[in-house]
């Protein structure tokens, strides 16, 4: 599926337009209406009444576009990711997707000053070099999806490459790897996509690829050298969830070798509550508004533990059984399921984080300079800190 032709119109800001991404970008878009608008402020006025998803804004970034993962309440463990907000917006439209709720752009962002917004990435890491960091595009909006996004990720996995305390995740539930399969990327990027049963993605996530061609896009990046990691995120409680996701993890390992596989993350579907009237009318044939829903210790809305805990319990002893496993772990949960699931929890985040270190070093030979040391885990949260 060509997600570039989603867009019906292109504003550029007048201070974007001597970066060469911008030129590169537009060239994917020869018949769409392109416009230069003098003030950033013009956009809002511009776009009024017009679907975000449908239009395109390229611009420059005016801060910081490296940031921690936001994460959740402090009652949940959160992995300590980081993240880089060069693209905010997604042409894909997943019912359960926070992003249609929670950014108010007036269009799909990129960022067109990729040199400054590496300039920042690279700066931030060499603060701490004794430290391992996950680092990743695919937060506000999917890593492939968009040309503006794939230009940027090729001169990343480049920079990376140089980087030895880093790597770079690029998560998707695109196929569009052609254009990174050319690359030198020294082992030093993971190409990740999120899964589902296809019955949950026929109906939940519409205009993204299908199962089996992920798969099979996971297969080729393998093939050509990348590191690979899965999110099954959010896990939905939908009826026949055990036939359906057991069919799929026994898929996985048999389109995918176990060894290849940096992590794998679990999850369970959570939103804000105010987003549930939203999803119903915004997406009549879900059902993702109307399961039994709790209301969590970070204020979102959740499944009951007691609908969560099987649905992990089933999915991480099938991941758990191959040879070599990766390293699994979840997105947001407590350590009292944690503990349910996996017999042990992390003590806290910072621990987390370590933990992710310490199974690199373990399973992945030469990809650290040296073993982590878990007291320079506990220094400091995100990229932002001044670092030692």
């Not at 770079?168 to 190409?191: F, M, N, P, Q, Y």
């Not at 915004?282 to 009951?304: H, I, N, Q, T």
């Amino acid at each position: 599926m060509n997600h570039n032709n989603f867009y019906r119109r292109i504003y550029i800001s007048k201070s974007a337009l001597r970066d060469e991404s911008t030129a590169a970008i537009c060239s994917k878009y020869p018949r769409r209406i392109q416009q230069v608008i003098p003030d950033d402020y013009d956009i809002v006025g511009k776009t009024a009444g017009m679907d975000p998803k449908t239009v395109l804004w390229l611009t420059r970034s005016k801060g910081d576009v490296v940031k921690s993962c936001p994460g959740t309440a402090e009652q949940y463990l959160c992995c300590r990711y980081q993240v880089i907000n060069q693209t905010l917006n997604c042409p894909m439209c997943c019912s359960y997707c926070i992003l249609q709720y929670y950014l108010n752009q007036p269009a799909t962002v990129v960022y067109t000053n990729f040199a400054e917004i590496l300039a920042e990435l690279h700066r931030k890491v060499r603060r701490q070099p004794r430290r391992f960091f996950r680092i990743g595009t695919g937060e506000l909006g999917d890593s492939l999806a968009v040309a503006g996004s794939v230009y940027f990720v090729r001169q990343a996995i480049e920079m990376f490459t140089s980087i030895p305390n880093a790597l770079l995740e690029l998560k998707t539930k695109s196929v569009a790897i052609d254009d990174l399969l050319d690359l030198e990327h020294g082992g030093r990027t993971v190409l990740a996509w999120s899964l589902n049963p296809q019955a949950i993605i026929d109906q939940e996530e519409h205009k993204t690829a299908h199962l089996m061609p992920r798969l099979a896009a996971a297969r080729r990046a393998a093939e050509a050298g990348y590191l690979l990691a899965f999110h099954f995120d959010p896990i939905l409680h939908v009826q026949d969830w055990a036939k359906l996701y057991g069919e799929l993890l026994d898929e996985l390992y048999l389109q995918i070798d176990p060894s290849r596989i940096v992590w794998i993350s679990m999850g369970s579907l959570r939103f804000p509550p105010s987003m549930k009237e939203q999803i119903a009318a915004r997406y009549p044939g879900s059902a993702v508004a109307f399961g039994e829903m709790v209301r969590g210790m970070d204020g979102k809305l959740r499944y009951p533990r007691p609908l969560r805990v099987p649905m992990y319990r089933f999915i991480y002893q099938k991941l758990k059984s191959a040879f070599s496993p990766p390293f699994l772990y979840f997105c947001m949960e407590s350590p009292l399921v944690w503990r349910e699931v996996l017999g042990r929890a992390p003590e806290d985040s910072a621990h987390l984080d370590f933990m992710f270190a310490e199974s690199l070093y373990r399973r992945f030979p030469g990809l650290m300079t040296a073993e982590p040391e878990r007291v320079n885990y506990e220094r400091g949260y995100g990229l932002e800190i001044a670092g030692e």
